[in-house]
């Protein structure tokens, strides 16, 4: 089955840390962007971190998120540090790439909450 699996989403006070996770499926033969988006009520999804061919942050969270990947296992993870009550979203995870036929594919992930308590 075609998926993305995420975990590590949770609630959180102000100041903690959380790390996310997001495993794709082995279907992709070359995976060209991974990257986090999130949601939060009322607003438009957004983006927050990328990574392939370059690593892409959003201002609001420079310096405090770090994505990174373990290209072995497809798995992309966004270790997000000193959070903010204004970080609190849904996240969603999102890869890019080509199957075995070299057909593109983008999958999203089901959406992890992240809730950052004052």
């Known amino acids: 089955q075609v998926q993305l699996v995420e975990s590590g989403g949770g609630e959180v006070q102000a100041g903690g840390s959380l790390k996310l996770s997001c495993a794709a499926s082995r279907i992709f033969f070359k995976i060209n962007i991974m990257a986090w988006h999130r949601q939060a009520p009322g607003k438009q999804r957004e983006l927050v971190a990328s990574?392939?061919?370059?690593?892409l942050y959003s201002d609001s969270v420079k310096n405090r998120f770090t994505i990174s990947t373990d290209n072995l296992e497809s798995t992309v993870y966004l270790q997000m540090n000193s959070l903010k009550p204004e970080d609190t979203a849904v996240y969603y995870c999102?890869?890019?790439?080509?199957?075995?036929?070299?057909?593109?594919?983008?999958?999203w992930g089901q959406g992890t909450q992240v809730t950052v308590s004052s």
């Open positions: 990574i392939g061919p370059k690593t």
């Open positions: 999102n890869v890019e790439g080509l199957t075995r036929s070299l057909t593109p594919l983008d999958l």
